[in-house]
């Protein structure tokens, strides 16, 4: 079957509304306090979260995927949507719910070949990645940094909220998340300017209580929406 000929989409955009992205650098290297986070996190009302393995001192091979093994067993018990950050191979060994890419990582037709109906995720920043992308083999577009980010040490300049309404007036119809520097206090334009949801690592990793902070991030996108 084309990729093209598929049945879509794989993914409604409830199942973006609040997007929370982790893995062991977010949480002081520490393997369970990562999967003590996404519980809780889980648990408050997070819909989707994304295990992304990346920095100094992170996890590979046989260890990362018993991690992944374990983080898909919560995300399956909550009914919370599971993306591999860039592994593809990790994504289909653990039969994650889907993978995100950037514009510098897998091509994405390639990407669609391996993971066949799983969900694909792509990062747009610009209007010129927009029109650098396949778009008919991804399922939703991670936008940003929206603004600052301390998480990701080689983000882009913020763009803004509004860099989404420009990427749907260019033509860009994926459900789309913004994502880098979200809080409580700025997620709202985000939403307002067209996204269905609002990605996040510190503001809940950090959080004190990262049961409370997934569980206001829920209501705030709940509240947001018509
Ligand atoms: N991609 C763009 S910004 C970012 C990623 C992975 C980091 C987001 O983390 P935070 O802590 O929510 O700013
Ligand atoms: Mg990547």
Known sequence: LMAENRIRPVVVPDQLQVYFIGGTQDVGLNENRLLSVVEEACRGGVTCFQFREKGMGTLEGQQKLELAQQ???????????????????????????GVHVGQEDMRLEEVRNLVGHKAVGISIHSIEELHKTVVVYAD?????????????????EPCGPNRISELQAEGLTLPCVGIGGITLDNAKPILEAGACGVAIISAIAHADNPYEAAQQFKHLVDRAQP
Do not use: E, H, W
Not at 71 to 97: E, G, H, S, T
Not at 141 to 148: D, E, I, L, Q
């Open 71 to 97: 983080l898909q067993q919560i995300c399956a018990k909550y009914n919370v949507l599971y993306i591999i950050n860039d592994d593809v191979d990790l994504a289909v060994a653990v039969n994650a719910d």
């Open 140 to 156: 939703c577009v991670g936008v940003g940094p929206m603004y600052a980010t301390s998480s990701k040490p080689d983000a882009q």
